[in-house]
């Protein structure tokens, strides 16, 4: 479903992705329209499904979880049988922040996140290795996270 969105709309989503808690009277102010206009758009961008969900952005180094990496799983036989129950398990784990089932060479990625290099192994011996299902598993340890606002136009 493609929505379409004005500069207002536009705007809105940039001010919002910044700090989703910005009280609407700000928010009305940076956007240069009426604080009814800002309720009403972000009422229907609710609406629209545009926006899913505010949420709190938790920095996992200030829980104990500085070391972030990314574990490619290769899984046989990729049934529904055994994803469901694999994707049920890997969001179940305290250590996983994010979950993405991919297409090509590998079928999942879990973005998981540790207290350090020791743990991370631990975590892929005990967790994630001991499962029949997963025949392969790669790591990529992430340095940095950047993200940028969504709603910027592609290409």
Do not use: C, W
């Amino acid at each position: 479903m493609n929505v379409e969105l004005d500069s207002v709309d536009r705007r809105i989503l940039t001010e919002l992705q910044k700090d989703a808690r910005l009280p609407n009277k700000d928010l009305a102010e940076r956007v240069g329209v009426a604080p009814s206009t800002a309720l009403e758009r972000v009422r229907s961008l609710r609406r629209r499904g545009v926006i899913g969900a505010f949420r709190a952005e938790v920095d996992p180094a200030t829980l104990g979880r500085p070391l972030q990496a990314l574990l490619a799983l290769r899984v046989r036989p990729h049934t529904s049988q055994l994803v469901d129950p694999l994707r049920a398990f890997v969001l179940g784990l305290p250590e996983t922040i994010a979950l993405f089932h991919v297409a090509g060479p590998q079928d999942f990625l879990v973005h998981v996140a540790v207290a350090d290099a020791d743990r991370l192994h631990r975590l892929l011996l005990e967790k994630f290795l001991i499962r029949p299902e997963i025949v392969h598993v790669e790591t990529t340890l992430i340095y940095r996270t950047e993200t940028q606002p969504v709603q910027r136009p592609a290409g």
